[in-house]
């Protein structure tokens, strides 16, 4: 039976089982499409990534004698519409049957669901053999319950892949070392050399360049740092073992203006087009530990294996379990505009301007730049989460809905009303001068809460309770900022909230 197989440009698995052997009916597809390069502006580096990385996989799949179709963004045949194109090569190549793997974005599912249904040929789908979980086991695991806890998915994860755990007990005692991964970077443990690679990439950029895609970012050089093929994604993943793991977790919420990666491993872009799978890097890491054990703490691997099989799985759980609706929930009613430094980095707050600037150079910022700067400061300035998920899906090379919007409306923005976090990360100024070295040449003050050189994030952070007090004023977890509030002075709160509000009015003066 002669079939068309597509593969979507998230799903670059050369390990999936459709590659196990050749088979001269089956042929696969692969498209750049205005379709995906259009429905939010991206980052330049984003698309030059995912174009890259898809024509590497491609000529992969010849290499192995696969048929492969590969429409690039400039060919004549291209109609730049997924179902169009696929409607065209099913009638060209007389296909009996359609097959393809299951998206993990949901705009994506309900397409190819649609148009299965209008085709007259058999379809099918499959698994892309990715995810440690299935799409809808975190709803099954929490049914019946009001708090959708990240930490109890966490432990039944390790208990259920036998991760870290000795018997039916979690490793070392404890389940989880976050308390022991919040060090500053003071300069005194070194950095290895981040690993870089260089695919040349002039092709790709100028072909994005000829067809006119509107992006956003800079690009500074002529190769592509990330990997971009399953044997550059396993060398990375080597990379963090051998020089990074080691550190992990000490640093993990660390910030500082001389090191954009600190520790961190940049294996996201990889992992989310699925160059590696999740358990190719949880074995690695598993197997480092075990062989050197004596050199590195389990604190750093805890930390780490946390955020592959707790955080991602559970991020891709929440968006299956609330999708469609999660994309429209505004549950603190924030409706201002995203200030224009966010698309330029131009900004008198040193801690932004490091945040921003890093995004916009590398398509990149560690989770806590992401967290407890730019996310944490559009939550206080109090900005419409449709115009935060935009430049979040927008500017990281590893943006894709399902982990993108969940943690930007959800984790970041509060905006789903506590699904996910406990209760919304804000911060004044002294968290971020306790975790970076940005306070120390900032143009503001970071100890003021109001006057012409205040600190915004503290001014901006006060204002944010006071006016939030109807959502969150009964939250447990926020009992204590509610009780210093209410002993503030009333004077200086009102001195405080004319000043948030000439901020949030004036966003690009400062
Ligand atoms: P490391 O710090 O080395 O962590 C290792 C891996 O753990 C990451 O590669 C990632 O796969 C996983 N991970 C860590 N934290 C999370 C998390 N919260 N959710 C899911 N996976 C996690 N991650 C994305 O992959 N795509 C996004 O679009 C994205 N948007 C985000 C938006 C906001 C507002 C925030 C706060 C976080 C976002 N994250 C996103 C999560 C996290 O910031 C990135 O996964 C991480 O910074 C990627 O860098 P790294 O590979 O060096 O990560
Ligand atoms: Fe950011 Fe305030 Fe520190 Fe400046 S003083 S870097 S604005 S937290």
């Not at 300069?187 to 040349?200: A, M, R, S």
Request: hydrophobic share 35%; glycine share 6%; with cysteine.
């Amino acid at each position: 039976m002669k079939s068309l197989r597509l593969i979507l440009g998230d799903q670059l698995n050369i390990k999936h089982s459709w590659f196990k052997e050749t088979n001269e009916d089956v042929t696969y597809c692969l498209f750049e499409m205005r379709q995906e390069t259009d429905y939010v502006t991206h980052h330049i580096q984003k698309v030059i990534g995912f174009f890259a990385a898809m024509r590497q996989f491609a000529k992969d799949l010849q290499a192995e004698g696969h048929n492969v179709v590969y429409f690039t963004i400039n060919d004549e045949k291209n109609t730049q519409s997924l179902t169009k194109n696929l409607k065209a090569l099913i009638k060209d190549n007389g296909t009996e049957r359609f097959e393809y793997m299951l998206p993990d974005e949901y705009r994506l599912d309900q397409q190819l669901k649609e148009f299965c249904e209008q085709i007259e040929i058999e379809s099918r789908s499959i698994s892309a053999e990715h995810f440690y979980t299935k799409r809808n086991d975190l709803s099954i695991f929490f049914k019946g319950k009001k708090q959708y806890l990240m930490e109890s998915f966490y432990r039944d994860m390790r208990k259920k892949h036998d991760i870290l755990m000795v018997a039916d007990q979690p490793e070392g005692g404890k389940w989880n070392y976050d308390k022991s991964n919040r060090n500053k970077w003071k300069g005194d443990v070194e950095i290895p050399n981040y690993k870089l690679f260089k695919n040349d990439i002039s092709e790709v950029k100028k072909d994005i360049k000829t067809a006119g895609i509107k992006t956003m970012g800079r690009f500074e050089t002529k190769t592509f740092p990330y990997p971009i093929s399953r044997s550059q994604a396993i060398e990375q993943l080597k990379y963090f073992c051998e020089a990074l793991l080691i550190h992990f977790g000490d640093y993990q919420d660390a910030m500082h203006t001389e090191q954009e990666y600190l520790f961190h491993s940049r294996l996201s872009f990889a992992m989310n087009l699925k160059l590696i799978s999740p358990k190719d890097v949880v074995t690695s890491v598993m197997n480092y530990y075990r062989k050197h054990g004596d050199d590195i703490n389990i604190s750093q691997v805890e930390g780490f294996v946390r955020q592959i099989i707790g955080w991602r799985e559970y991020m891709r759980g929440m968006y299956w379990a609330f999708m469609p609706e999660y994309k429209s929930l505004n549950e603190l009613n924030n409706h201002n505009k995203l200030a224009d430094f966010f698309w330029t980095g131009n900004t008198k707050m040193n801690c932004l301007k490091n945040a921003i600037n890093n995004s916009l150079d590398n398509g990149y910022a560690h989770h806590i730049q992401r967290l407890m700067i730019t996310g944490n400061y559009a939550l206080l300035t109090q900005t419409n989460p449709d115009e935060v998920d935009a430049w979040y899906l927008g500017i990281y090379v590893d943006a894709i809905e399902w982990v993108q919007l969940t943690n930007t409306r959800g984790m970041s923005q509060f905006a789903d009303g506590g699904k996910i976090a406990t209760k919304p990360y804000v911060s004044s100024g002294s968290y971020i001068n306790k975790m970076s070295n940005y306070c120390g040449n900032c143009h503001y003050n970071k100890s003021k809460k109001f006057g012409d050189d205040a600190c915004p994030f503290n001014t901006l952070y006060w204002n944010f309770l006071d006016d939030k007090r109807e959502h969150l004023g009964n939250n447990f977890r926020m009992g204590m900022m509610y009780s210093l509030l209410d002993k503030m002075n009333q004077n200086e709160l009102t001195k405080i909230k004319e000043k948030a509000q000439h901020i949030i009015e004036h966003q690009d003066e400062y």
